[in-house]
């Protein structure tokens, strides 16, 4: 996407904070064109930015870019489920990412539906058993899902990408 005209707007009015409702590939595209005019300021950008692809478009505007993140770290170990996560990975040489730990999540919550959901699964028959799972603990990420409700988390962190490019808590 060309940011010229996005760019061009945002910096007649000098923010100090830009929240990046977009791709990853729109959010990159936009910050690169931002530094390039000469313009500083935070960028903020939803989970879905969170990924290595991410971190090496920005090249070397990643620096202080804060990431929402839906997800508790996969890094640190701090949960159950971020463990297992890790040791899986680990046994599959896999490098750990956000994006891994949400697949990862999402499997074990539609492990739980389909073992709920019994034998004779049918779609139907799958949406009623994570309907009634309700209050759900995947491993220090909680869930909720109900007839009508599918709230699922309510968890939201953010993170810093360092001069390095890791995300940092």
């Known amino acids: 996407a060309d940011m010229t005209e996005p760019v061009g707007v945002l910096a007649a009015r000098q923010p100090q904070v830009v929240l990046l409702v977009c791709s990853a ?11 390039a005019a000469g313009h500083n300021a935070t960028f903020i950008s939803l989970s879905n ?15 202080g870019a804060i990431i929402t993140q839906v997800m508790p770290s996969p890094f640190s170990g701090g949960t159950p489920l971020a463990r297992d996560f890790a040791a899986l990975a680990g046994t599959r040489k896999m490098p750990l990412s956000y994006g891994g730990l949400y697949g990862f999540a999402s499997a074990r919550l539609l492990a ?3 073992q709920r959901a019994g034998a004779d ?24 899902y109900g007839p009508g409700d599918r709230t699922g988390s309510n968890f939201v962190d953010a993170t810093i990408i360092t001069q390095g490019g890791r995300f940092m808590r």
């Open 112 to 114: 739980l539906g389909l």
């Open 25 to 35: 590939k729109a959010a990159a595209a936009f910050i690169a064109g931002y530094r």
């Open 49 to 63: 930015t969170s990924s290595n692809d991410y971190v090496q478009a920005l090249g070397p505007h990643a620096r």
């Open 121 to 144: 699964i049918t779609r139907a028959g799958l949406v009623k058993a994570l309907e009634g799972l309700g209050e759900v603990d995947l491993g220090g990420l909680r869930l909720r």
